[in-house]
Structures are given as C-alpha cells and as structure tokens.
C-alpha cells in the first residue's frame, strides 16, 4: 500500500540549513507529484511546494514564502523527495507533511489544495529558533 514517511526536522537556527526526506513505498515518486505542506498549532495546513512527475513536465512550485530559499528535488533509486530548506526564520517552525495522490495527480495544477491528496505522511517537526 502507499506509505510516506518524513524525516530530518529538528532544532536549528535562524538562517541555519535542514533536508527533510519523504521516502515513498507503494508507489514510484517519479512517477507522480508530490507536495510538501506545514502546519503550526491553531492554523491550516500552509503549501510549501510541489514537483510534477517529469512524465509530465517535470515543473516544480513554491509558495512565495520560501521561493529562492526552499528546493524540492527526488532521488528515483530511493524512491525519496527531498526538501532542502536554507536561510530559515522563525516562521518556518512547523510541522511538515510530504503528500502525493496516485494514480490520479502527476502534475501541481491546483496543488495547494489539500483536499486533492489521498496520502500523507506523519509529519516531522522542524523548529527554528536562536
């Protein structure tokens, strides 16, 4: 069955660098999109990003919060996307989700709605602070 499974959050400071993994089973990641979202207590699920399938296009998105600063990328012998996050703030605290939905989406047309995604990891807790 399909199962993601995030890791890498943790303590870092401000400006400081993280790589959450999202390691995929059940499906190939190559194969269809796959979106990263975050969470604080009290708020909604916020969109990090999306990275279509190349058999698509192969097109990645960012929300303008961490455009130029956050990279979403997949190792296929893995089976595992990646989100590089550099220079983070303090409102890059959050717990963060990789999603994906096969065998329906393959591109990030209408990515930051949450309701198109079947599948969610458990989420790893990222907290940026001096």
């Known amino acids: 069955q399909v199962r993601l499974v995030e890791s890498g959050g943790g303590l870092v400071q401000p400006g400081g660098s993280l790589r959450l993994s999202c390691a995929a089973s059940?499906?190939?990641?190559?194969?269809?999109?796959i979106s990263w979202f975050r969470q604080v207590p009290g708020k909604d699920l916020e969109g990090v990003g999306c990275?279509?399938?190349?058999?698509?296009?192969?097109?990645?998105r960012y929300a303008e919060s961490v455009k130029g600063r956050f990279t979403i990328s997949r190792d296929n012998a893995k089976n595992t996307v990646y989100l590089q996050m550099n220079g983070l703030k303090s409102e890059d605290s959050a717990v963060y989700y990789c999603?994906?939905?096969?065998?329906?989406?393959?591109?990030?047309?209408?990515?930051?709605?949450?309701?198109?995604?079947?599948?969610w990891g458990q989420g790893t807790q990222v907290a940026v602070s001096s």
């Open positions: 990275m279509s399938s190349p058999l698509r296009d192969g097109s990645i």
């Open positions: 059940g499906f190939t990641v190559n194969d269809y999109a």
């Open positions: 999603t994906a939905d096969p065998p329906l989406r393959t591109a990030c047309a209408g990515w930051e709605t949450t309701s198109l995604y079947e599948y």
